[in-house]
C-alpha cells in the first residue's frame, strides 16, 4: 500500500517550566519586572513565562529544548535576561524555516496578582516574538493556595506555541 505524505505546514509545541521564588531575587515574567517580595531563583533571571514560551517554540519544531540550547552549565548564560534567550530562539526557528503563528500561556503565581501586569507582558513578548499582540495570548491565574505554587514558593508557567512553515523556505 502507498502512502501519500503531503507537506505539513503547521506544527504545535509545548512548554512547561517551573522556579522556586525566594527572597532577594527579582522577578521579572513574560520580559516584565514586577514589584515583587520574593523573585525567582534561577542560573538565568528565572523568567518561568519565556523559559516556558522557548520550550514549546522549540518543541513545535522538534528542536530539543531550552536547557540542549543555552545549558545551565555555561556561565556565558548565568543571570541572562531570558528576553535575549527568546530573541535567539526566533532566530533559529527562522533559520529553520519556520514562523509563528501564535503562543497562549498559563502562568499561575499566588501573590502579586499578575493580572494588572498582562498587557505589558504580551506587548513584551509579541516584540521580541515579531508578531502583533492578537497572537500572544495569556491568563494570569493563582493557585488557589494549593500546593508549593499555593504557598507562594514557587511560580510555574506552561505555554503552546503552533508554527507554520515559511514559503520562502524549500
Ligand atoms: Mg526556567
Known amino acids: 500500500m502507498s502512502s501519500v505524505k503531503p507537506p505539513v505546514p503547521f506544527r504545535i509545541g509545548i512548554g512547561y517550566d517551573s522556579h522556586r521564588l525566594v527572597s532577594n531575587r527579582a522577578l521579572r515574567l513574560g520580559g516584565v519586572d514586577i514589584p515583587s517580595e520574593r523573585g525567582t531563583l534561577g542560573h538565568s533571571d528565572g523568567d518561568a ?37 527568546l530573541e535567539e530562539v526566533v532566530e533559529r526557528l527562522h533559520r529553520a524555516g519556520w514562523a509563528l503563528v501564535n503562543v497562549d ?3 499561575v503565581l499566588e501573590r ?17 516574538l515579531g508578531v502583533g499582540e492578537e497572537r ?35
Do not use: W
Open 49 to 85: 513565562v519565556i523559559h516556558a514560551v522557548c520550550d514549546a517554540l522549540l518543541g513545535a519544531c522538534a528542536m530539543g529544548d531550552i536547557g540542549t540550547h543555552f545549558p545551565d552549565t555555561d556561565p556565558r548564560y548565568e543571570g541572562i535576561d531570558s528576553r535575549q534567550l
Open 105 to 107: 500561556i498559563t502562568v
Open 136 to 170: 500572544v495570548g495569556m491568563k494570569a491565574k493563582t493557585n488557589e493556595g494549593l500546593d508549593a505554587v499555593g504557598a507562594g514558593e514557587a511560580v510555574v508557567a506552561y505555554a503552546v506555541a503552533m508554527v507554520y512553515r515559511r514559503s520562502d523556505v524549500a
Open 112 to 128: 502579586p496578582k499578575l493580572r494588572p501586569r498582562i498587557v505589558a507582558m504580551r506587548s513584551e513578548l509579541a516584540d521580541i
